[in-house]
């Protein structure tokens, strides 16, 4: 078992340090101020953890790029009415996972809509970066997350795979920190089980 899964398995990647929150801000105020530099420094800082996000819980390369592209479009549209009240990396998250939501209730709406257009939803062409992105573990790790209930899965993308803190998933899900320790306890034994019976 590689390291793929023993992240998935509860060791995450590096938190965002109170020192990136603090810099995000310093940018924030300077692109509110009418500098396009600093915003484009705040997108190069998160571009990555956000792409890396919306590819997990989309499966497909194509619409991720697309809803992180929109996620930094939303994000400067909205950047004059953003207040401090949570760091900006958790503001990008609420406007990523609610355009992920948008994308999957429409690709829902599209599959019943014909035989057809439901078998080109569901199995898309593999692009090459998709296929760059996956092989070995990492392929059989994306096929448990796609398995999972969307709750269980965007739980577990953001603090596993994506290292946010307990206290960061709680204000982008919009709940209390014990219901993200609660989801993401059910989330790893789902994904256990499902890894286990599939050859783990």
Known sequence: MNNLWEIAAGNSLPELSDADAAEDFRL??????????????????????????????????????????????????AMPRFKPKA???????QIALNLCRDRMRAARR??????????????????????????GDLAKLDR???????????????????????????????CSERAVEGRLYRARRELAAWWHAHGG
């Open 28 to 77: 924030m105020r300077l692109a509110q101020d009418d500098c396009p530099d600093a915003f484009r420094s705040l997108v190069e800082r998160h571009q990555q953890r956000l792409y890396h996000f919306c590819y997990r819980y989309l499966r497909n390369a194509e619409d991720a790029r697309e809803v992180c592209q929109d996620t930094f479009v939303r994000a400067h549209a």
């Open 87 to 93: 760091r900006v990396s958790t503001w990008l998250y």
């Open 110 to 135: 599209r599959r019943t809509g014909s035989a057809s257009e439901a078998a080109e939803t569901s199995c898309p062409a593999s692009t090459p970066d998709q296929a760059a992105m996956l092989g």
């Open 144 to 174: 448990g997350l796609a398995a999972m209930s969307e709750k269980s899965r965007s739980v577990l993308v953001m603090s596993c795979l994506d290292g946010l803190s307990h206290e960061e998933c709680a204000a982008i899900l919009k």
